[in-house]
């Protein structure tokens, strides 16, 4: 949270408390990415159907019975 503070994507408020208490909110710049986020969100959403149709077809497939060189 500190890089982030310190490249300015949140704020940082500490609060004279006991326990002692911080809260971070995002700036303006560090709220931009999350626009980037939730369009790969809806695109996910929106295409999750046909890449889980895809990926069973492979599984299925010839191709997708081979052993995997890298083991994932």
């Known amino acids: 949270m500190r890089a982030m503070e310190r490249d300015g994507l949140v704020t940082r408020t500490a609060y004279d ?19 980037l ?13 046909t890449l889980l149709a895809a990926r069973a077809a492979y599984d299925d497939s010839p191709a997708g019975n081979r052993p995997d060189p890298h083991g994932t």
């Open 17 to 35: 408390e006991n326990p002692p208490r911080i809260e971070y909110e995002p700036t303006t710049l560090g709220r931009r990415p999350l626009r």
């Open 37 to 49: 986020v939730e369009v790969a969100r809806a695109w996910s959403r929106d295409h999750l159907p």
